[in-house]
């Protein structure tokens, strides 16, 4: 497997706009995480999903934060509009059975100007 | 007050050092989680243990279940162990990570 897949690797955009980040967990996983990086804040949780289905969302910051997961191999994390303070790398991983070891892919650096 | 603090936050040695980073947490947990990230890049887990010991090449990580403590060890420390070290626990009442701040670690020629 090729692991833990986001897209897209770097996004610069400017505030007020849409962004969409993406991540295919590995196959056969059944619960896939979003977490976001800062400097200040470190590692956070936003939000997990186990079989598709939102269980914890309360790490979402804010009502411009949402993540959906339409099937077993994709994920989305949409930020609208996205505001100077998202800037932050994201992290999406996924694990078995959810105690398991947790494989994370190679985040996707944000950053709204 | 964060359920996981890692000491130290920085940390400089020499090649061959024997290195050690101490994690502490509050809150029961399921298991305890040591993760790598080197500068730019991306998150790896080296440990995830939750009783005892484990070793991978040169790198040891202990846990103390009743004093809520685990320490990761490195021996014979070398260049390419400069990274940034993570702890993380899955609480008993959930399945996400709460990270530590992370230990920045750099390893001198």
């Known amino acids: 497997d090729a692991g833990v897949i986001q897209s897209p690797r770097h996004e610069v955009t400017e505030m007020g706009q849409e962004v969409t980040l993406r991540c295919k967990p590995i196959?056969?996983?059944?619960?896939l995480f979003w977490y976001r990086q800062t400097m200040m804040r470190g590692l956070e949780l936003l939000i997990y999903?186990?079989?598709?289905?939102?269980?914890?969302d309360s790490g979402m910051p804010e009502d411009r934060f949402s993540a959906k997961m339409p099937n077993a191999s994709f994920s989305t994390l949409k930020i609208q509009p996205s505001e100077p303070r998202d800037s932050a790398v994201y992290f999406c991983?996924?694990?078995?059975?959810?105690?398991?070891?947790?494989?994370f892919g190679q985040g996707t650096r944000l950053t709204v100007v | 007050k964060n359920e996981v603090e890692q000491s130290p936050q920085n940390l400089t040695a020499q090649e061959g050092e024997f290195i050690t980073i101490n994690c502490s947490y509050s809150?029961?947990?399921?298991?305890l989680h040591w993760l790598q990230q080197h500068p730019g890049g991306g998150i790896v887990s080296l440990f995830m243990?939750?009783?005892g010991k484990k070793k991978h090449g040169r790198l040891i990580a202990t846990i103390n279940i009743q004093e809520k403590h685990s320490s990761l060890h490195i021996t014979a420390s070398h260049p390419r162990d400069s990274a940034v070290y993570i702890c993380?626990?899955?609480?008993?009442?959930?399945?996400?990570?709460?990270f530590g701040k992370g230990t920045s670690l750099l390893v001198t020629p």
């Open positions: 991983a996924s694990s078995l059975l959810g105690v398991g070891e947790a494989f």
């Open positions: 196959s056969g996983h059944d619960y």
């Open positions: 999903f186990n079989n598709n289905v939102p269980i914890d």
């Open positions: 809150v029961g947990i399921s298991a």
């Open positions: 243990l939750s009783s």
């Open positions: 993380a626990v899955s609480a008993d009442s959930g399945y996400a990570l709460n």
